[in-house]
């Protein structure tokens, strides 16, 4: 039944492929994807630090009910990110410190929450990846409906089961399972093109020519 059902997922991301993504900065992978994919800037990373990379398990929930959060967090595995389209609404917090904790015992490499979470102190004094919209103590409702394994949006970013997830204190970022492997290559070429400009930069040698080349290429008046 539409809008209330559970759906397998029928393929992922390898692990190898979601570790040499640890690596890279976001904002490196956002840029190798033409700076058009974005999970939204009320994504905040709420835990004390470090980064996120896993295979999507999708659920889209009623807002403020977090019944199939519960039955997503029992199907993830280890190497799972749970990502949850809550609608963005910031009444209830759909999950907190016990859901967090369950999570880290099944290995879940992280929780994205498109809504609002709870017991935010506890979350961020720990360093289990979590990135939500918003904070509120008033607590969640169990009644559904929803679905796990469908195409979700979180402002216009796609994110369907088995892509790639990764975040940082960026943000967070779908890589799409079938382009992870190029979106990895040019990540990874941009990555180390910039590790090479900031030796230049401290060693003062950085060439800053293709600014005025720019202002010139763009018809800039620059008054003599």
């Not at 759906?7 to 690596?23: P, T």
């Not at 402002?155 to 960026?170: A, S, Y």
């Not at 890589?175 to 910039?194: I, L, M, W």
Request: hydrophobic share 40%; charged share 25%.
């Amino acid at each position: 039944m539409i809008g209330f059902r559970i759906l397998k997922r029928r393929r992922q991301v390898g692990a190898d492929l979601v570790s040499r993504f640890r690596g890279l900065p976001v904002a490196n992978v956002s840029d190798s994807m033409a700076r058009m994919t974005a999970g939204g800037p009320r994504l905040r990373p709420l835990h004390r630090g470090g980064g996120m990379a896993g295979v999507a398990v999708t659920v889209k929930t009623r807002p403020g009910d977090n019944l199939m959060i519960h039955k997503a967090l029992d199907l993830a595995g280890p190497g799972d990110v749970v990502v949850v389209d809550g609608g963005g609404d910031l009444t209830n917090a759909l999950i907190g410190e016990l859901m967090v904790s369950y999570a880290q015992t099944r290995g879940i490499a992280g929780i994205v929450i498109n809504g609002a979470i709870r017991d935010a102190g506890w979350i961020g004094a720990h360093d289990f990846p979590v990135y939500a919209a918003g904070v509120t103590h008033r607590g969640p409702y169990k009644d559904g409906p929803g679905e796990i394994n469908v195409p979700i949006a979180i402002d216009g970013m796609v994110v369907e089961p088995g892509d790639l997830v990764i975040g940082d204190e960026d943000g967070v970022l779908c890589v799409p399972f079938a382009q992870a492997e190029s979106v990895y290559a040019a990540a990874d070429a941009k990555q180390r093109a910039e590790q090479q400009m900031m030796r230049a930069i401290e060693e003062r040698r950085y060439d800053r020519r293709w600014v005025d080349e720019s202002l010139t290429r763009l018809g800039c008046e620059v008054e003599e």
